[in-house]
């Protein structure tokens, strides 16, 4: 222990504690005599914890987004906010039960833009707002795709329009988990016909929409056709 303070008075405020540290006090009472002896220490106080960073975008879909920031080591969870564009503020969207460092959430809409901090949290309080990161979750993808082979020398696929989108990308797969390739990009259609076949093969095709003639929407399930 070091000497912080001389005070005349019953109770003493510090204020050069700092975030992520934690303290314990002893007082001793003087008098024309001298020093007396040191009370017992105090509980050890632990300060809220330091400011979490950020670090990266793990993932997105058209429904939600997975990020990660760096962890802090008093933390014994983190507190997660999102930009209200309603409010323009940030509102609690949630809460990590443990001292993970990641967070998603699959609730939001489609082609739209998300700011997001999170704030560190121990039994000595809640730290400030981290930094804001920001991701935009994709378009959304195609409905109702559908494949079926044509006289054995094609496979059809078509799928529903989407609002917006200025042109569709058609991937193909010999395996439902592929991997799948582009092998066509169709500008308006939404049906498409497949003749580069090897007969007996089992085809299996995705589809997603282009979006402002750059920007590709989440992909969709697949539709299988046998040739």
Known sequence: HVLISNSKNLEFTDPTLEEGKSYSYKVSGVSTKGEGPFSTETNRLLTAP????????????????????????????????????????????????????????????????????????????????????????????????????????ASIIEWNLLKDATSYNIYRAQSSSGPYEIIEQKWGWTIYADTNLEKGTVYYYKISAVFRNTVEGEISTFATARN
Not at 61 to 68: D, P
Not at 94 to 121: C, E, M, Q, R
């Open 50 to 153: 330091l400011t979490p960073s950020f670090n990266s975008i793990l993932n997105m879909s058209s429904k939600g987004i997975w990020f990660k920031w760096d962890k802090v080591d008093t933390a014994t969870h983190y507190v997660i906010y999102y930009l209200d564009s309603k409010t323009g503020s940030y509102s609690k969207i949630g809460t990590t039960t443990s001292p993970w460092t990641h967070f998603s959430i699959w609730t939001l809409n489609p082609d739209t833009a998300y700011f997001f901090k999170v704030t560190a949290v121990n039994s000595g309080g809640e730290s400030e707002l981290s930094n804001s990161i920001s991701g935009r979750t994709l378009p959304p993808p195609p409905t109702g795709v559908k494949a079926k082979t044509f006289n054995n020398i």
